[in-house]
T-cell receptor, first 114, second 111 residues
Framework: KAGVTQTPRYLIKTRGQQVTLSCSPI?????VSWYQQTPGQGLQFLFE???????NKGNFPGRFSGRQFSNSRSEMNVSTLELGDSALYLC?????????????FGEGSRLTVL | GQNIDQPTEMTATEGAIVQINCTYQ??????LFWYQQHAGEAPTFLSY??LDGLEEKGRFSSFLSRSKGYSYLLLKELQMKDSASYLC????????????WGAGTKLIIKP
């Protein structure tokens, strides 16, 4: 079955702009999580959506937001971009089972802020 | 609080065995995952432990001790393609089953 699809794969923005990233999870998966990864850093959790509801949220400023649609596709938005927002943004889908659900990651969207 | 510790970097020789340790502190342990991430690629699932003991899967094994808050990933017969970062993550039942991630261990394999 098809894996997790993220678009766009690469994008360049300037400070102050906003960006929207998209994630299509594996068919049948109801949970989508978003992570930020910078060089040398671990995965920094942004938020998780399950059945269109935000189930968990990390410690990121309000400039970072997300949503999930009825077909489980998810988007995340970053407003008023800063240089420090340059990172790989990874989306992961899972069945949503809190006990065993492993995460399946997309290839990521690499954002560069100039 | 929540905390996961892994060594930052390890070096091993092709054909050898290496053990990557992970220690954790969480309020409501609900399983531990190991993921592999090659440079520039997405993380891929390696193993999942929820009960104490050793889980073997080919050249890779993962061990868990819940009483010690400790896990390790054992890689045998190392190959050059095993050069990657290895991420430890714990599911925390006290935080709505959120996954808490370690910073990852970069493993360098030398010929």
């Amino acid at each position: 079955k098809a894996g997790v699809t993220q678009t766009p794969r690469y994008l360049i923005k300037t400070r102050g702009q906003q960006v929207t990233l998209s994630c299509s999870p594996i068919s049948g998966h109801r949970s989508v999580s978003w992570y930020q990864q910078t060089p040398g850093q671990g995965l920094q959790f942004l938020f998780e959506y399950f059945s269109e509801t935000q189930r968990n949220k990390g410690n990121f400023p309000g400039r970072f937001s997300g949503r999930q649609f009825s077909n489980s596709r998810s988007e995340m938005n970053v407003s008023t971009l800063e240089l420090g927002d340059s990172a790989l943004y990874l989306c992961a889908s899972s069945s949503g089972d809190p006990y065993t659900g492993e995460l399946f990651f997309g290839e990521g969207s690499r954002l560069t802020v100039l | 609080g929540q905390n996961i510790d892994q060594p930052t970097e390890m070096t091993a020789t092709e054909g050898a065995i290496v053990q990557i340790n992970c220690t954790y502190q969480t309020s409501g342990f609900n399983g531990l995952f190991w993921y592999q991430q090659h440079a520039g690629e997405a993380p891929t699932f390696l193993s999942y432990n929820v009960l104490d003991g050793l889980e073997e899967k080919g050249r890779f094994s993962s061990f868990l001790s819940r009483s010690k808050g400790y896990s390790y990933l054992l890689l045998k017969e190392l190959q050059m393609k095993d050069s990657a970062s290895y991420l430890c993550a714990v599911r925390d039942g006290a935080s709505n089953y959120q996954l808490i991630w370690g910073a990852g261990t970069k493993l360098i394999i030398k010929p």
